[in-house]
């Protein structure tokens, strides 16, 4: 099992000699945090896969809604990793054991709802991977958590970045900083009212990018596009690996002939997430969007947990049904009664199918009831 990244991946001796530091530690939580673009992501996976080393498998608690590691944008979810990914270059979707779809890729519209979801999924990782031990004791870690956090730390931001800090009380803090010091986090144990007793390990590194100077610099790159490959890499999982599609425009054939399921609109819910929609202008908004499946929870938290995405290809008000296409398993499917709407849509380059008569109907449907 090689853990060694790519050659097209730099890792400084400073990240190298952190990550093994944190390897040595008994079942570490590591929250990794910093400026946007400064490597989180990236010294995330690195860690991940020196861990495996010593784990069959490590928890990875992914809060970047914005550019997720392992799910499309706009989750929260925990995955549980079993398998060292050496090229961390190469996006790599996995299917997370729990998550939450929020809606947008910042937290900014709606950061009370976005912490809930966090502590939420922290609150499943603590019950299902932690022994509590009764007395004075902490608990015994079965699992080792990291947790990726996203890149706004001014602002509201860096007040939810505190209260996340204070809530989860991570064994290790890994901090990277650039030389733009404006736009890095305060010094030392910013997080903490007061002297903290020393359970908390504070790592802080540069980031792995520098200029010609060798200073840290951010690693400006467009999101947006990013986001868009990461939504059409989870929609290629609707065909099979051999299935001959390589190219954007064969994707966008593929998807406006693929077979969606018939969902009967009197078995859903349908949420707007951030926003109020007109009961009469619900399917307007509903068809050729991207939604969250969930399952409608009916406990004191009320959390819709999501089993993945999907796209609404058409909307029949005279039959009652959706149209709907998406990669989740039929198993799973059934048990979905809620789809969630939010600011998440559907790439550019999949709606200009040409030589299809209509990219969003089809008379050819799977029933799920």
């Known amino acids: 099992m090689d853990s060694s990244p790519s050659q097209d991946i730099y890792i400084p001796k400073q990240w190298s000699e952190a990550v093994e530091y944190i390897s040595c530690s008994s079942t570490p939580i590591v929250f ?5 673009n400064c490597g989180k992501t990236t010294f995330s996976r690195y860690l991940l896969n020196i861990l495996l080393h010593k784990y069959t498998k490590v928890a990875y608690l992914d809060t970047d809604v914005g550019q997720p590691a392992f799910t499309p944008p706009a989750f929260l979810s925990l995955t549980i990793v079993h398998k060292v990914t050496p090229d961390l270059t190469v996006p790599c979707l996995k299917t997370p054991e729990r998550c939450l779809f929020f809606g947008d890729v910042s937290c900014k519209r709606d950061p009370s709802t976005y912490l809930s979801y966090v502590f939420a999924i922290y609150d499943y990782y603590q019950k299902e991977y932690s022994i509590s031990v009764k007395g004075e004791n902490p608990c015994n870690i079965k699992l080792p958590l990291i947790v990726n956090t996203p890149g706004w730390v001014k602002g509201v931001g860096y007040d939810v970045l505190v209260d996340m800090l204070k809530y989860i009380s991570p064994t290790h803090v890994v901090k990277i900083s650039t030389s733009s010091e404006n736009k890095n986090l305060p010094a030392g144990e910013f997080w903490l009212d007061e002297e903290h007793d020393g359970t908390i390990n504070l790592i802080e590194i540069n980031s792995a990018r520098q200029d010609s100077l060798n200073r840290s610099v951010l690693f400006q790159k467009d999101a947006r596009p990013l986001r868009d490959l990461r939504i ?41 997430l951030h926003c109020e929609v007109p009961s009469s202008e619900i399917f ?23 089993f993945g995405l999907g796209i609404v290809r058409g909307i029949d008000t005279v039959k009652g049904v959706l149209y709907v296409i998406t990669p989740v398993p039929h198993s799973s499917l059934e048990k979905v009664n809620l789809l969630l709407q939010g600011y998440i849509q559907i790439p550019s380059c999949l709606l200009q199918v040409q030589e299809c008569i209509s990219p969003y109907m089809s008379a050819n449907t799977l029933a799920i009831n």
């Open 32 to 36: 990794i945090c910093g400026a946007k």
């Open 232 to 272: 059409m890499a989870y929609f290629r999982q609707c065909f099979s690996s051999d299935s001959n599609i390589s190219t954007m425009k064969e994707l966008a054939h593929a998807l406006a002939s693929h077979c969606p399921y018939e969902v009967p609109i009197a078995s859903i819910k349908i949420r707007h």
């Open 284 to 306: 307007f908004s509903l068809n050729a969007t991207i939604v969250g499946l969930a399952v409608d929870s009916e406990g004191p938290e009320n959390l819709p947990w999501c």
